[in-house]
Structure formats: C-alpha cells, structure tokens
C-alpha cells in the first residue's frame, strides 16, 4: 500500500534542509536516477557555457536577498549527499527546462510542449454547508514513489545584520526540491495549491518561481502574502490558489480590491474574503503582472458589485493556463480539455460531488484525474489529491482516486 512518509523538523534554515536530506536521502537520490527531463535536458544544460551562467545568475540573485534558502538547499545537499548544483538546479527547473527545451531562445514552439505541458487542477467550494479548496497534484509517476511530508519549525538566523524569518508550516514535498512547490499551510493559517501556467515569455534577471513558492510560506498576513507577489519579480509565470483557516480577521486584512492592485484604489468593498486565485506573470521590466480573484458566498455575491469580475460565487475552478491576465503562452490541450470537461458537470453541492468532479476520468485523453497512459508522452498522473476542510481545519490526502473510496490516506489537524 503506497504511503507518505513524514517528518517534523525543528532548526534554522540549514538544519532543516540538512535533516530532510538525510532522512529522504534514498528517495532524493532515487528521485535524480529516474526524472527523465533531469538526464536528457537539465543535466547535458547546466554542463553547456550557457547553463552554467543561468545556474550563476539566479545563485547570485537568490544569495544576495535570500542567502537562508541557498543554506536550505545546500543542507539538503549534503545531507542526501547528491551535488549542490543539481539540488540548485532542481529548484529551479522550470525555467532550465524552459530554455534548455527551446535551444536557441526562451520561447517554446512544438506541438509536443503543447501536448504534455500540463500539471495540477484546483476547486473551491464555499457556501453555508461547504468550506473547501481541493487540488490535484499531477507529476511524473517517479514522484508519487518518492515525495514526502515535511512539518517544520525554522529559528531565525542573522545574515550580516539580516534576520531570517521564522517560519512555521507542512508541506507535500517533491524530493531535494524547497518546500512550497506543490500544497500546503502554514500556521497563520493560510493553505495553499500551485497551479503551473506556461508564457512564453521568461526572464532571466528575476527570482526563479520555486523561490517565490518558497517564500509565500513565510507570510503572516495577506499584506505579506500579496506584497511577495506583487513586489518579488518572478522568472517566469504561476497561480495561487490560496484559503484562509485561521482564527484571527485582521490577517486578512488588504489593500487590494479590484483585480489589479491600485486599479480601483477608492472601492469600498464590502465582502471579506477568506478563498483566493492568483495569477502571477512575468513582465520584460521585472514588475510582475498580478491578478486577483476571490471566490465568496452567494449570500455576500448580492452585496456588492461586480463589475471588475473580481469575485466568484461559490464555486470556482483553475486549471493551468490564464483566465485573466491577457498574456502570450502555451495552450496546452489537457488545460483546455480539463476545464471544458469541468464546464460540463453541474456545479457540485456538496463535498461528494466535488471529490466526484476531481475525480472524473470521462475524457479518456486528457482527464481531470490522471493516470499513466500510453498515449500520454508525459507520462504524469495524479500523484496526490489534497482536499482542505476550512471549517473543521483538516487537509486530507488521497494518493488514489477519491471516488473510489471518499477515503483519505492521510488527514492532518491545522
């Protein structure tokens, strides 16, 4: 019976890397024997002049304003004894792959990208009986052998007069990768699924995506949260799907009302928001193009206005490709195909019917839940299914389909 392994750390950023590397070190290893891309792209990449300099680049970038990640990464380094540059490397491998994949520029043009570029799907459900955000976790099937649950406790470090940040969260871990590129919370109480979206345009002289992934897990307010999206330029593109579980109000707290931020600096919004999907792109000048769209009760949809389309009622679904920042990207066909088999099922009303939606397998070509198939060149499936409860404060994790069961292989109190 397959199982998920965890781990509960306590420590600074290099003892909480190194203790992951260690305790994972067979699977970490077994993780780089396997990841095909890893062999027939990354690796023959980061050996070319112009591989090198794209690992340097980002290095130099990520330890001058964040020195604690690259000691997070060189602890998980030693400790699964696999090189620093290949740990490197994995944290930021969507943007080699990226290049790697196109050769002569960062754009990527054949129809294979387009067919298997495709990973992850969320649904939120919010009304007076239903409080959820779901996500499917789709990767390569070396993955679903090898990924892990971490819970840590990190103790801020000084930097040469820079203090770390405390942090405090658990996450569904790919193995030698930082935590935050999958799902997950941390104790303010926010919870959290990735979906991975794919523009053409990348950019070279701003934080890979797995840095700011890593660095949301650090926020304490929604201040905090939206100001690492707004203000941390990324590489390249993704989208949040984030809830809120915590006791406190004041966390939520925001200055952002309208999609854009500032775009409507004199609305007097009267929702409250607690259920979020963000979209994240780069731009050629390093300032990030940010959509926010919150998802609401039909009680508080008759309250307010919305003309900016800020906001959804009830029911609300990401797949990986933009909804609405208008932007230059790849239309992989199982995004397209996994929201217009969605569009076709009733809005659920209930956790079963919901857990049946994330489930649905009716388009055998591109389902929402994935299996390994022979005519997938992928070759992803569903590794994990992350259902979060808000109100009773759960996440619950099925590694088959939930439909089969409705039961969960692992539940965690948060």
């Given at each position: 019976?397959?199982?998920?392994?965890?781990?509960?750390?306590?420590?600074?950023?290099?003892?909480?890397?190194?203790?992951?590397?260690?305790?994972?070190?067979?699977?970490?290893?077994?993780?780089?024997?396997?990841?095909?891309?890893?062999?027939?792209?990354?690796?023959?990449?980061?050996?070319?002049?112009?591989?090198?300099?794209?690992?340097?680049?980002?290095?130099?970038?990520?330890?001058?304003?964040?020195?604690?990640?690259?000691?997070?990464?060189?602890?998980?380094?030693?400790?699964?004894?696999?090189?620093?540059?290949?740990?490197?490397?994995?944290?930021?491998?969507?943007?080699?792959?990226?290049?790697a994949s196109s050769q002569t520029d960062v754009k990527l043009k054949t129809r294979r990208d387009q067919e298997t570029l495709k990973e992850c799907s969320d649904f939120m459900l919010f009304d007076d009986q239903n409080n959820f955000l779901i996500h499917n976790e789709d990767a390569a099937p070396s993955i679903y052998k090898s990924a892990y649950l971490i819970s840590c406790k990190i103790s801020s470090s000084d930097y040469q007069g820079v203090s770390s940040p405390e942090e405090?969260?658990?996450?569904?871990?790919?193995?030698?990768?930082?935590?935050?590129?999958?799902?997950?919370?941390?104790?303010a109480g926010f919870v959290f699924g990735v979906n991975a979206t794919y523009p053409k345009l990348m950019v070279t002289n701003s934080f890979p995506r797995q840095i700011l992934n890593r660095l949301m897990l650090s926020a304490k307010n929604l201040k905090e949260l939206e100001k690492i999206f707004r203000t941390v330029p990324c590489s390249y593109g993704f989208c949040m799907n984030i809830g809120f579980a915590g006791d406190d109000p004041n966390i939520l707290e925001s200055d952002w009302n309208s999609e854009f931020f500032n775009a409507n600096s004199e609305s007097t919004r009267q929702i409250n928001p607690h259920l979020f999907n963000y979209e994240i792109a780069p731009t050629e000048n390093s300032q990030n193009t940010v959509s926010k769209h919150c998802i609401i009760s039909p009680k508080m949809f008759s309250i307010d206005k919305n003309e900016d389309n800020f906001f959804t009622s009830q029911y609300y679904?990401?797949?990986n490709h933009y909804e609405r920042i208008e932007i230059d990207e790849v239309l992989n066909m199982s995004s397209m195909r996994r929201k217009e088999r969605t569009e076709l099922i009733s809005p659920p009303t209930n956790l079963k019917e919901l857990l049946d939606i994330t489930s649905d397998t009716a388009d055998s070509s591109y389902p929402i839940f994935r299996t390994p198939?022979?005519?997938?060149?992928?070759?992803?499936?569903?590794?994990?299914?992350?259902?979060?409860?808000?109100?009773?404060?759960?996440?619950?994790i099925f590694v088959k389909k939930p439909s089969d069961s409705y039961q969960p292989l692992v539940k965690i109190r948060f």
């Open positions: 019976m397959q199982c998920i392994p965890q781990l509960y750390i306590s420590g600074n950023h290099y003892e909480v890397g190194l203790a992951m590397g260690k305790e994972f070190k067979e699977k970490i290893q077994l993780f780089f024997e396997e990841f095909k891309e890893f062999k027939s792209l990354i690796l023959p990449f980061i050996q070319k002049e112009d591989g090198r300099k794209m690992i340097n680049g980002y290095y130099n970038l990520i330890v001058k304003n964040y020195p604690w990640y690259v000691d997070e990464m060189r602890g998980i380094s030693i400790g699964s004894e696999i090189n620093f540059d290949w740990i490197m490397a994995i944290n930021i491998r969507v943007e080699l792959m990226h290049v405090e969260f658990t996450c569904y871990c790919y193995p030698g990768h930082l935590p935050g590129n999958a799902f997950g919370f941390n104790s679904y990401h797949f198939r022979k005519n997938d060149p992928s070759e992803l499936q569903t590794i994990a299914t992350a259902l979060f409860d808000l109100n009773r404060k759960t996440l619950s």
